[in-house]
């Protein structure tokens, strides 16, 4: 089933939505944004230079840098009096980054976000509990306009009051829950504190987003809940969630093409790379008026996958994020990404699946602890389950780590709202 039939276009029906679209996004950038007109001007490129998205890599990118230059509306194409609503990054990294939305923008998020929650399984006769921050974080009204859209019921619970959370799905008998991967086990934790088994609860999908969910932490999730779980992905830059999504199929997030156009490139070089080689995600917006958004880097890296889907569907797939260009750590000229150390927790039975990366630099020399939680019912030899962590953490690493520290279950602290930490340096200290 999906939502409307641009989901099983022909590649070339897609190729001319985008087409037309680009250059149509591309004059409203040119005339409407200082930002891009100067940009265009630079590299001394027209909006008639640009006829197809086979013309976009003449194009410079679009970077955060950009966004928090020109904080907090320079980016935005309308007048203030054409935007309706103002959503924000966190900000944990310097400015928030500030987008706006018209009338019609909401009208295209809402409907890319139906087609996500079609393609992960959601019916019309769903309940659809949402568990994403409301407020200027883009997954909470994101996520329940797609459901409204859909014409699905949606419990508009927001993050946090986890108890609160596993009675509503108990007494409402929730199909769906929508949080990030870190919050689903947390939820389960609860439940087993209160006693409630939520295997045994109708519920049986997990749409998680916001953060990097590896393979491992996916089969945690669905074992631990007794669900399928579904990988959602967007950005506040682009739009926000309702980019791409898995089908039930869970092999790769097909990308809405006819709404957001993707590359992937070198992160180092920027060059394009060869199909199904994995790169830094770029994404370039195509159906958006507030704010246009041209080769935008994401930070995020991914493959892209063109063949048919097993659902039918022919918008191109991504692979799932486990990982950001600007999440790689360099400790002493060796690469490492927190999402192999969250493969090597998930292998072990003995350890829960919760985490943290202390970075710190004695002299000249960095250094690096990583914290694990035991089970709640271990009783093993603490020495020879340490043993074995670091010889696998040294293995898939490549280096040892020069802490390994092995802590009663709930030490690490659990994230109820927004986005979990994993990595604290503290080498700038």
């Not at 306009?145 to 508009?156: D, N």
């Not at 504190?193 to 109708?202: E, F, K, S, V, Y």
């Not at 048919?308 to 002493?332: P, W």
Request: a negative charge; aromatic letters at 8%; glycine letters at 10%.
């Amino acid at each position: 089933m999906v939502f409307d039939s641009t989901e099983t276009a022909s590649r070339e029906e897609l190729r001319e939505v985008q087409d037309g679209r680009l250059r149509e996004t591309v004059r409203n950038a040119y005339e409407n944004v200082e930002f891009y007109r100067e940009t265009f001007d630079a590299a001394g490129l027209s909006p008639a230079d640009i006829e197809s998205v086979e013309d976009l890599s003449k194009l410079p990118f679009t970077t955060k840098e950009d966004f928090r230059d020109h904080y907090p509306t320079g980016m935005f194409a309308v007048d203030m009096d054409d935007v309706i609503r103002v959503h924000a990054s966190s900000g944990t990294t310097g400015k928030p980054k500030i987008v706006g939305y018209t009338r019609e923008d909401l009208d295209v998020w809402s409907k890319a976000v139906a087609r996500c929650l079609v393609a992960a399984g959601v019916g019309s006769d769903d309940v659809v509990q949402n568990a994403y921050g409301y407020g200027l974080f883009t997954g909470g009204l994101g996520l329940h306009q797609g459901v409204e859209e859909l014409g699905a019921t949606v419990i508009p619970i927001g993050g946090g009051n986890t108890q609160r959370q596993v009675e509503l799905l108990s007494d409402l008998g929730s199909d769906v829950i929508a949080c990030t991967p870190s919050y689903a086990l947390y939820l389960a934790e609860v439940a087993d504190d209160m006693g409630t088994d939520i295997r045994d609860l109708p519920l049986r999908t997990v749409i998680f987003g916001a953060e990097p969910c590896t393979e491992p932490m996916r089969n945690e999730i669905e074992e631990r809940l007794g669900v399928t779980g579904i990988d959602i992905y967007g950005l506040s830059e682009i739009v926000g969630p309702g980019v791409s999504v898995e089908c039930e199929a869970q092999d790769g997030l097909h990308i809405w093409e006819d709404y957001f156009y993707p590359e992937v490139v070198d992160p180092n070089t920027g060059d394009p790379v060869e199909e199904g080689e994995e790169g830094e995600l770029v994404l370039t917006t195509l159906a958006k008026d507030a704010l246009p958004v041209l080769r935008y880097r994401t930070g995020d890296l991914t493959t892209l996958d063109y063949d048919t889907c097993e659902c039918g569907r022919t918008c191109v797939r991504m692979d799932n994020i486990t990982g950001r260009s600007d999440d790689l750590i360099i400790v002493r000229g060796v690469n490492f990404y927190p999402s192999e150390v969250e493969s090597v927790v998930l292998e072990f039975d003995e350890i829960a699946p919760h985490y943290r990366i202390d970075l710190r630099r004695e002299g000249s020399l960095d250094r690096v602890e990583i914290t694990v939680e035991l089970v709640e019912e271990f009783g093993g030899s603490l020495s020879d389950l340490e043993g074995r962590i670091q010889k696998r953490l040294s293995n898939v690493l490549s280096f040892t780590p020069d802490e390994l520290h092995l802590v009663e279950y709930g030490d690490i602290a659990r994230t109820e709202v927004g986005k979990v930490q994993r990595v604290y340096d503290h080498r700038g200290q």
